[in-house]
């Protein structure tokens, strides 16, 4: 600690990022990253940034990135905020759209990163538990004062979804309410609420390159919403920083948005080794709540999830488990090759 610091650094808990291991040859299933690589067109386009253009500064608007975001996914270039992965969009909500006098509420448990940036921002916050099956009950929020709503779905790391119809009632019951929807996982398999943000000014959804677009290492999201919540995040960006997107990023986000095909493929085959991974940890004994993300949630009962996470260790798999009390019997497996798949179930074979 420094005398140097302001009394907020003082206050802080940095936010510990999942292992990235140095070596190689380690299985990697603790990040929820995408076990394929980008399309090849995404880095013959990230290739293809010329010298010349690198010497000028990037567009300050993205407005290229921006045009086909939009034409994707049926809304305008102005509903849409860029950002360097979802984590920073998200740094711009908390900064722009969230108030400093009712509680921000998120679901216990859920992504852990909401209360860092709550702690950040001087933002307060209240946590909903969620069921005994682990869901989102979205009724538990409408009766509650708040300043605004933030969730992943899927939630994280539960991988259980909400339907369209259950977010849809929770934007009509609290119409003055600001809704944050973190769709970082929908692409494997939830309901996106992008349609609905044409209809509810109190929409905000939040996206990330990172997960089914295989590009963690390149820092793209991104929000849609309502164009005075867009705006409002702008006016916070552009007071301090005017150039959100590279333009290697801008390049490769637009090139995997021209690859559908490839974008597909790898979806349904990381789909179909969720469901494979799913049945094998079943017929071990786990029993695992029903993902629609590119990770599994199991527990088993005779075997803590802390000593099964250390023995995978020791077998070269890295998966992640859970202190938090109520699920600290979890562990919380990314999806990966079925390969790597077929390597995490041989050695927990050998450990259960
Ligand atoms: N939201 C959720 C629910 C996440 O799990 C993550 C990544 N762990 C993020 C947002 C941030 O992703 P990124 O900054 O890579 O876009």
New binding site residues.
Partial sequence: MSQFWSPLVRTLTPYV??EQPKVSGLIKLN??ENPYPPSPAVMAAMHAVTADSLRLYPDPDSSQLKQTLAAYHKVKPEEIFVG???????AFVFMALLKHDAPLLFPDI??S?YPVYCKLYGIDYDEVALTQQMEISTADYIDRDCGAIIF?NPN?PTGIPLPLSTIENLLIAKPNTLVVV?E??VDFGGETAMPLTQRYPNLLV?R????SRSL?GL???FAVGHKDLIDGMERVKNSFNSYPMDRVAVAGAIASYQDEAYFQKTLSDVITNREQTTQALQKLGFSVLPSSANFVFATHSAFSAEQLAAGLRERAIIVRHFKHPRINQYLRISIGTQEECSKLIEALTQLT
């Fill in positions: 990022p999942g990040t929820n360097n992965g979802s984590d920073e969009v998200l859920t992504y990163f992943p994280a973190d970082a996982y939040v990330t390159f990172s997960k963690a820092r793209v999201g």
